[in-house]
């Protein structure tokens, strides 16, 4: 791997882990394209700790906050990590077998979009167009469901954002509480998967070889932050959709070009 395709890497990661469009699927189909022949679950882990950054950077007020005032917060944050830990366990070896099959991404997008589309648009149908009110945040049970929907995002092609926010909508939360919620539960998701695979990370780390880790990482920080101001954004404008439709027209695009 060279400077430029640890660079480029480190956008996509930034980019497609906000954006609701998968950023491991996006890493297995750029490596692919790009013949890279790194240990990309490592490779790739590495620069979640990129995005690990910009989240706690964009969503600083609302971790101190969830500490001193919104302690219920807190406790469903929890509630929403041990499913997620759990499936993901289960699923570590089917996940890492998968990133060697971009055929496989591409279907896992499919579901991805059709996902985003349904229930993005079960939201405006039921509470928006309706004008109900949802909620500012799910209850226990729904930060459960929330949690193995995050569990099962292990899989390349499926979006961690897109399926913690999409099932929160369907659970009545607010858009905007959906999305920080979504994020909030990124983060002990990112940090234990980072730390599960730390061994893999550091090995290999000296020379060159450094180098394409920390601006791999530098460039996941800057373009995740700029993602997840624009993302907040289209929530708030109801553009999740749009997310939807790209998903299923990427992994449409996948599997007819049999891209391996």
């Known amino acids: 791997m060279t400077i430029p395709e640890a660079l480029l890497s480190g956008l996509v990661q930034g980019l497609t882990e906000f954006f609701p469009i998968s950023s491991s ?3 297995v189909l750029l490596h ?16 979640h700790l990129g995005t690990l950054a910009a989240i706690i950077v964009y ?7 969830m500490f001193l005032r919104e302690r219920s917060l807190f406790v469903k944050i929890v509630a929403a990590s041990i499913p997620t830990f759990l499936i993901a366990f289960l699923l570590k070896g089917v996940a890492e077998a998968a990133f060697g099959s971009p055929r496989l ?38 930060s459960i469901v929330i949690g193995i929907a995050q569990g099962i995002s292990v899989m390349p092609g499926i979006s961690r954002s ?10 009545g939360v607010k858009e905007g509480s959906a999305f920080r919620f979504s994020f909030l539960a990124g983060i002990p998701a990112i940090l234990g998967a980072c730390v599960f695979k730390a061994a893999k990370i550091t090995s290999g780390l000296d020379g060159d ?19 997840v101001w624009i993302l907040d954004r289209m929530i708030r404008k109801r553009l999740f959709f749009v997310f939807g439709i ?3 027209a990427a992994g449409a695009a996948v599997v007819l070009l049999n891209i391996r």
């Not at 692919?32 to 620069?47: H, M």
């Not at 993005?120 to 928006?128: H, K, P, R």
């Not at 913690?164 to 909508?169: G, P, V």
Request: aromatic share 14%; proline share 2%.
């Open 59 to 65: 969503f600083r007020k609302d971790i101190i906050d």
């Open 246 to 248: 790209y998903c299923v």
């Open 209 to 227: 070889g450094a180098a394409y880790y920390i601006w791999g990482c530098l460039a996941a920080v800057v373009s995740g932050l700029a993602a």
């Open 32 to 47: 692919s394209v790009f013949r890279i022949k790194e240990p990309q679950v490592a490779f790739d882990v590495f620069l």
């Open 25 to 27: 699927g996006h890493l």
């Open 162 to 171: 897109g399926a913690t926010i999409s099932t929160a909508l369907l659970a």
């Open 105 to 142: 991404v591409g279907y896992m997008l499919i579901i991805t979009g059709l996902w985003l589309g349904i229930c993005s648009l079960f939201y405006q149908a039921v509470y928006s167009m309706s004008r109900r009110d949802g909620s500012d945040s799910p209850g226990i049970f729904g």
